[in-house]
């Protein structure tokens, strides 16, 4: 089973509707998540933290659930420039190394 | 500006040609990594460094690969007798805080023909 696993997508949304992701991870010891952000041909960028509380950050939402070891991104509200590679990172605190989903590809479509 | 400059952006090298990349922090960071990133797939680990010590190296990074980091500021990547399998953009990173995320320089492309 692989540490890090998304659907890869394409996921092709019309703009204005909301959008979610799942990614679910097998070390049960991970202690840190987050969503990235990567455009074609350009380094991955920090969207943001995930948290068992949850992270809401304008039209982007984020949650945790450790029972069932999946992380979520919600998208409210699409934009054509939220087109992208949403990336899945889990971090296992041994060595701070992280570990990356493949990655899912997000079309908003005008 | 990501706080990470690597050098050079883009690099083709005829395969059996070695080829030499290099990750600059802006600051002083302790723990620097490299990543490697094929097309439709996401970054993957190849090694890290704690100040000047390599602590970590994935089995990705064949004998062919080798990376220091003299200083503990600057590092590089030289891969050796390049094949067409090498090709993919090689990431450097460091972490930004505790408890936060990393930052990502902006690569450096390689193509082997």
């Known amino acids: 089973r692989k540490e890090v696993e998304q659907d890869p997508g394409p996921f092709n949304v019309p703009e204005g509707a909301t959008v979610a992701f799942n990614c679910t991870y097998s070390?049960?010891?991970?202690?840190?998540f987050f969503w990235y952000r990567q455009d074609c041909r350009k380094e991955p960028k920090l969207l943001m933290s995930?948290?068992?509380s949850g992270n809401e950050d304008g039209r982007f939402t984020a949650q945790l659930n450790r029972a069932s070891q999946y992380i979520s991104l919600l998208i409210r509200d699409s934009k054509l420039s939220d087109s992208a590679t949403y990336l899945c990172?889990?971090?296992?605190?041994?060595?701070?190394?992280?570990?990356f989903g493949k990655g899912t590809r997000l079309h908003i479509l005008p | 500006d990501t706080g990470v400059s690597q050098d050079p952006r883009h690099k083709i090298t005829k395969r059996g040609q070695n080829v030499t990349f290099r990750c600059d922090p802006i600051?002083?960071?302790?723990?620097l990594y490299w990543y490697r990133q094929t097309l439709g797939q996401g970054p993957e680990f190849l090694t890290y460094?704690?100040?000047?010590?390599?602590?970590?190296k994935s089995r990705l990074l064949s004998d062919r690969f080798s990376a220091e980091r003299p200083k503990g500021s600057f590092s590089t990547l030289e891969i050796q007798r390049t094949e067409q399998g090498d090709s993919a953009m090689y990431l450097c990173?460091?972490?930004?805080?505790?408890?936060?995320?990393?930052?990502f320089g902006s690569g450096t492309r390689l193509t082997v023909v």
């Open positions: 990172v889990v971090i296992q605190n041994r060595d701070d190394k992280i570990i």
């Open positions: 070390n049960s010891a991970s202690q840190s």
């Open positions: 995930v948290y068992s």
């Open positions: 600051s002083e960071h302790n723990r």
């Open positions: 460094f704690q100040n000047e010590a390599q602590l970590e």
């Open positions: 990173a460091l972490r930004v805080g505790t408890g936060t995320g990393y930052t």
